[in-house]
């Protein structure tokens, strides 16, 4: 009974699962909405509202020198008169949402008006640099009196990096009321870090209509709002109503419901994250609208709850709108349903957009296939990548073709990640190597970071030392992260000690080895228990260690079974032990076959058994034929038996010979009957052999 060093063969190297479908997930924490997507909103989004204000110019009051103060709940008017929403932010942070995005050239203009025509078609794309000077001029030499012309400008200037100029003529729009401006006023004011100003500048805008700024606002409320509740949360009697968050909720409401998809996004994940059932609706609005974000988000939450017909077709429209988590997903949906094809068609889009995950799952789904070159080729891309499971898998497949050098190169790579199976798995190259202080590196930094096999691996190696209390520790901490081997292991340290509270925690870690399906902890707990007398506990661990091929198990399941009255299933485990080249279990089965009268299949097993050399074997097929009347057959395996010493065959001998009238031979196997039978027919051959020597003699 000796410790198992570790499971992990340098033939078969510790990998992640190989089914895609079982692979690990990528991390997709269900908080913050892309807020990266909020940057294309507050800005792309900006730039077309220029046409919104075109055609309704969405202009403040300015006649009385006040704001509306309609637009938003509980407003307060502070001194110079102006409403606006609670206390300015208490966050200042520069944030994506607010960030302008590069110029995307657009395909239409919108209001008519040849000058945003031109506006809208490009920065460089649709537009050269002379008809770009040529739009800035006509600009300038309106917007002194034209608020949609200041607005253009500061626009063109903000995108040219010129922020100064582009906030004089900005502020000069947005005062004179023109809503985009202030829109993108508020925009230059956050990327500055001047978030206070920014805060006006949208609420203004969003107070006179506008859903991009409705939804600026709301978003930054939100995130003042998160960092307040933070704040609260480290005072003692922090809980009150945060002003910020009612405020967030109703401008991002505001917007959403006028058709701001990421306003939407935004509220769904916001009530997700407050495990409200709600979200779906706001995701669903997103979705509806064409967002793959909140498509690939309702596909999570049918997952979650565990519908994956609703889940692929979410994930199958933000896959198809080039989501590459969603395809991912569906992926993986379709590889555990069984479509392959479909399956490795949407991961090996992934992975050629440069999804890591994607390109590991692929290959592990090509490995399956039989297709190495395919696997190592999308392991390869995943793990220049930085994945670490993806190096581990191809180091693995390296090692297994004999290119050891290769795959110390790609696990030290995945150890490099954290990936603790490519520390293991190095481990087990230089243990291959006898380079034990190379292994024992290795083992310990898979070990500390939680990897139960390496645990195992490592206190065998100290063991080999005779470091036995290290030994012990790091036996304790495989078993308790996992490893049946460790439990096992530890159990032997434990049974090695003759004191009863060893023995006693030998057992108890056999037995929860045992449990997890360990086929040589489940023989040593099953011993201990027909020790004891259980035998039915007894049996259902026989079961397990001989369900796992131990033969000495089946033997004693069988012996077990038949003692409690169960000859067929004595007779199957013996016939598994006898199948396995176990020969006492070849004449238990024949034997048991016998009686029953299957005397064709008891000679078979008879046979086997009298094929290795086993005297009792060739007793027993003589005996059947003998049964049968067939002598002449008996015959060759009785004097089988006889010639190895067995008195009883010799004693049938020297019974045909007689019959046969073959006095010397029958005085001849006399002698065998005298040297090795039973008293009593030794007795006989004597008295029968000193007869027949006087027959012959005269």
């Known amino acids: 009974m000796g410790v198992r060093r570790g499971r992990g063969e340098r033939s078969a190297p510790a990998q992640p699962p190989s089914d895609p479908a079982r692979a690990p997930e990528e991390p997709d924490p269900a908080g913050r909405a892309d807020r990266s997507g ?8 900006a730039y077309s509202g220029y046409s919104d204000a075109h055609a309704d110019s969405g202009t403040y009051d300015t006649s009385s020198g006040s704001w509306p103060a309609s637009g938003g709940p509980d407003t307060v008017v502070l001194d110079r008169g102006r409403a606006e929403p609670f206390a300015p932010p208490r966050a200042k942070r520069p944030d994506d949402y607010a960030v302008l995005v590069p110029f995307r050239p657009r395909r239409r203009a919108e209001g008519g008006d040849p000058d945003l025509a031109g506006a809208a078609a490009g920065s460089g794309e649709a537009l050269d640099r002379r008809e770009l000077a040529e739009l800035e001029r006509r600009y300038r030499d309106r917007a002194g009196r034209d608020a949609t012309a200041a ?11 010129e922020d100064d100029e582009a906030e004089t003529w900005l502020r000069r729009a947005a005062e004179a009321g023109h809503r985009g401006a202030a829109t993108n006023l508020g925009v230059l004011m956050h990327r500055q870090d001047r978030i206070d100003e920014a805060r006006r500048w949208w609420f203004r805008a969003a107070e006179a209509g506008s859903r991009i700024a ?38 991002l409401r505001n917007a959403a419901e006028a058709g701001h998809v990421r306003a939407a996004l935004v509220l769904g994940e916001f009530h997700e ?43 199958l429209r933000a896959a198809s709108c080039g989501h590459i988590r969603a395809a991912v997903r569906l992926a993986r949906l379709l590889h555990r349903a069984g479509d392959t094809g479909e399956a490795e068609s949407w991961f090996r889009l992934a992975a050629e957009e440069g999804d890591p995950g994607a390109a590991r799952a692929l290959g592990f789904l090509l490995q399956d296939e039989g297709d190495k070159d395919g696997a190592a080729h999308w392991w390869r891309r995943a793990a220049e990548a930085g994945d670490g499971t993806a190096a581990n898998a191809l180091g693995a497949l390296l090692a297994a073709e004999g290119r050891d050098p290769e795959a110390a190169h790609w696990y030290e790579r995945a150890a490099a990640t954290g990936e603790s199976n490519g520390a293991f798995n190095l481990g087990l190259l230089h243990s291959a190597r006898d380079d034990d202080g190379a292994a024992e590196r290795w083992y310990r930094m898979a070990a500390y970071a ?37 439990a096992y292991n530890l159990g032997i340290l434990y049974a090695r000690r003759p004191d009863a509270d060893s023995q006693a925690a030998a057992e108890r870690c056999w037995s929860r080895a045992a449990e997890d ?24 661990a026989y079961r397990v260690a001989a369900g796992a091929g131990r033969t000495v198990a089946a033997v004693r399941l069988a ?64 005996l059947i034929h003998l049964r049968r009347g067939d002598p002449k057959c008996a015959e060759p395996w009785l004097r089988r038996a006889a010639e190895q010493g067995h008195g009883r065959a010799a004693m049938r001998l020297v ?3 007689l019959k046969a009238g073959d006095a010397a031979t029958a005085e001849h196997w006399c002698t065998t009957v005298i040297a090795h039978g039973p008293p009593h027919l030794a007795e006989r051959a004597r008295r029968l052999s000193q007869a027949l020597r006087a027959e012959l003699a005269s």
């Open 450 to 486: 939680g990897h139960a096999e390496a645990a195992n691996a490592l206190a065998g190696l100290l063991l080999s030392r005779d470091d036995e209390d290290e030994a012990e520790v790091w036996f304790a901490r495989a078993s308790e992260a996992g490893s049946i081997d460790g």
């Open 655 to 657: 019974v045909l010979a």
């Open 517 to 540: 399906g360990h086929a040589d902890a489940a023989l040593q707990f099953a011993l201990i228990l027909e020790r004891r007398g259980d035998a039915r506990e007894a049996v259902r």
């Open 273 to 315: 994250q407050q495990g409200n059932e709600g979200c779906e609706r706001w995701y669903r609005r997103a979705a509806e609208a064409g967002h793959p974000e909140a498509a690939y988000r309702l596909g999570r939450l049918g997952h979650e709850r565990g519908d994956e017909r609703a889940a692929s077709a979410w994930y």
């Open 38 to 45: 909020r940057a294309d909103y507050a800005a792309g989004d």
């Open 559 to 622: 012996g077990l079974l038949a003692a409690l009255g169960d000859d067929e299933g004595a007779e199957d485990w013996y016939g598994t032990a006898a199948d396995a080249g176990h020969v006492p279990a070849m004449l238990r089965c024949g034997i048991l076959l016998a009686r029953r009268g299957a005397e064709g299949s008891a000679a078979r097993r008879f046979r086997a058994a009298a094929d290795t050399g086993s005297v009792a074997g060739a007793w027993n097929l003589a």
């Open 151 to 161: 607005s253009r400008l500061g626009l063109m200037l903000l995108r040219r990096g």
């Open 214 to 251: 409705a939804f600026s606002l709301g978003a930054l409320l939100l995130d003042c709002a998160e960092a307040e509740e933070y704040v609260s949360r480290s005072r003692p009697g922090g809980e009150h109503e945060n002003e910020d968050l009612v405020q967030a909720l109703y401008w």
